[in-house]
């Protein structure tokens, strides 16, 4: 019996290291001092930090990263207020249209951004946002906000109705309760909408390698995928890129698992 | 002063959706709409269905369907197979368990532009792992070009990209798992069933209404997947690896040819929304 139970751990840990083991060859790649050995060691002979250093001390780096944390506060911050407040009434009020909203949110998951890139391309230079933040802002917006309007909804019809009727009969207006009692509520909804919209726009390719020209405006991403095939950048100084672009969202995945999971698991199923 | 407080009450929902709906409007359905009357002009003149009837005779646009085709089913064969594994494993507990889940579910925080790099790196012919080990254990006499070559392009990205995205569908079952009501497997176990009766006849209908309806979001949302596609092979060798999205992509930014992506766009999306059509019925029918 103890035996079969010892097989398992043991199964399910080598099972979780093959599966991690493309983010152990990043890490050893970055730290190991010569990476072009044949055959290669799966732990490095000599390391180095020097890789690494280079990443973070590299100006262009740091401002695609700070490009990133721009449109990422920005992002998230519309989302929550824009999701939570239309989430709300979806879930709480019956109005004209209603199901039609809803089926408006639903189908916008089903539409794969590369087919509406060009026409928001042309609808962007027509108003004069290419090459700027607020172009990302914009369509990062919209494209988390179907996730989000979901998992807020389902949040709010969880609330008890009674909640609501002693605020009305206490004179609370309607944004009022929205705002005072119905927010507070759902606080852990708010956490895990912030994180996941930050992690969709953290991986945002598309619309920031299409939307934005200038190098020095360009996200993590677009910067990142700028290298490749760039011969002159050895493999190890990519890793290393690579590792500082991708730690970010690797800590907040250990730190805030719960908040994840919840989330990933309410969107999908309800 | 009445009417004034019933018209603000009556307002209120739509005051509070109208920033999702402005917002969803702008970059979704507009763009849509525009895209589909782009289908209709070539340059500035109208040509009705021109496009189409082009599009018909495009010999490369039905290898890039074919092409799609295949891509989809092996990412939805594959995502499921290593999903529905790794959740039965994610799902043995002991100590430090949720840890050791986390890890396996890492995948999940890696963005992709880094997965596309750090596998580009795995692939790499002179130096990769990859290829190291496979000839290790005997698999292979000489490295392979694994991003390079016509017959290997699509499968190496595939690999790639479902080692990015499985753990979605890893949590997702896991939860599904969870939910399955222990009292069932208890009194499996006091029938004597195996442990792989009990997850035939008990774990897997009793998860059956998620995987549906995440079978049918795994093949939608196949159709978004461009990133990591794009970096690694470009849709080459040629157009060996080139699905739908990303010859549209490269039509519009390329070859700046909107009107003819939009049109390829168009059929896309009619796909798509056929695909959900159906699903839906065969659900309806099933809830019947």
């Not at chain 1, 690494?52 to 207020?81: C, M, P, R, Y």
């Not at chain 2, 010999?59 to 995502?79: D, E, H």
């Amino acid at each position: 019996m103890y035996r079969q139970k010892y097989m398992q751990i043991l199964f399910k840990v080598i099972i979780s290291c093959l599966v991690a083991f493309p983010v152990y060859w990043m890490l050893v790649s970055a730290i190991n001092k010569n990476i072009f050995t044949y055959p290669p060691y799966l732990f490095p002979r000599e390391t180095t930090w020097a890789y690494i250093q280079d990443s973070i001390h590299n100006e262009q780096i740091l401002q695609w990263l700070k490009n990133t944390f721009l449109v990422t506060a920005g992002t998230v911050t519309l989302n929550l207020l824009f999701g939570s407040m239309g989430a709300y009434v979806l879930g709480k009020y019956r109005f004209k249209g209603n199901a039609l909203i809803l089926l408006l949110v639903l189908s916008t998951q089903m539409i794969p951004t590369a087919l509406i890139v060009a026409p928001i391309y042309l609808l962007l230079s027509k108003v004069g946002l290419i090459d700027t933040l607020w172009a990302l802002i914009i369509s990062d917006v919209a494209l988390t906000l179907p996730l989000s309007t979901w998992i807020f909804k389902s949040f709010f019809e969880m609330l008890p109705k009674e909640i609501f009727e002693a605020a009305k009969i206490d004179g609370c207006s309607e944004f009022g309760i929205f705002m005072h009692i119905a927010i507070p509520l759902i606080k852990p909804a708010l956490a895990t909408v912030a994180i996941l919209t930050a992690f969709d726009v953290w991986n945002e390719f598309l619309f920031a390698y299409t939307f934005i020209l200038d190098s020095a405006k360009w996200t993590i991403s677009t910067g990142l995928s700028s290298y490749m095939g760039q011969y002159l950048m050895s493999w190890s100084g990519i890793m290393a890129n690579t590792l500082v672009f991708a730690a970010i969202p690797m800590t907040i995945y250990f730190l805030l698992h719960r908040y994840i999971v919840g989330g990933i698991t309410k969107g999908a199923i309800k | 002063m009445k009417g004034i407080k019933n018209l603000k009450r009556t307002s209120f929902p739509y005051l509070m959706v109208l920033p999702l709906v402005t917002s969803l409007t702008i970059v979704f359905l507009y763009p849509l709409i525009y895209a589909v009357s782009l289908s209709l002009f070539r340059e500035d003149t109208f040509i009705g269905l021109g496009n189409y009837i082009q599009l018909i005779l495009d010999s490369r646009f039905w290898w890039n369907m074919f092409i799609t085709l295949i891509y989809v089913t092996l990412y939805f064969i594959g995502v499921f197979v290593v999903g529905m594994f790794t959740a039965l494993v994610a799902n043995i507990h002991f100590r430090f368990s949720g840890i050791v889940n986390m890890i396996m579910t890492i995948p999940y925080a890696i963005p992709d532009v880094a997965a596309a790099l750090i596998w580009m790196w795995i692939f790499d012919y002179h130096y990769g792992i990859f290829n190291h080990v496979l000839i290790k254990i005997g698999l292979i006499d000489t490295p392979l070009l694994w991003l390079q070559s016509p017959s290997l392009a699509l499968i190496s990205v595939l690999i790639a990209t479902i080692w990015r995205l499985f753990p979605l569908h890893t949590l997702i079952i896991l939860a599904a798992i969870r939910a399955v009501p222990d009292e069932q497997y208890e009194a499996a176990s006091i029938d004597g069933a195996t442990s792989f009766q009990a997850f035939w006849y008990i774990t897997l209908p009793g998860i059956r209404k998620i995987l549906s309806i995440l079978s049918v979001i795994t093949v939608v949302w196949s159709f978004k997947r461009f990133t990591m596609l794009y970096l690694m092979t470009g849709g080459g060798p040629s157009s060996a690896s080139e699905i739908v999205v990303i010859r549209i992509y490269r039509v519009a930014f390329e070859y700046f040819n909107i009107n003819y992506a939009s049109t390829m766009g168009t059929i896309v999306l009619l796909v798509l929304l056929g695909i959900t059509t159906f699903y839906f019925k065969i659900t309806k029918e099933e809830v019947e």
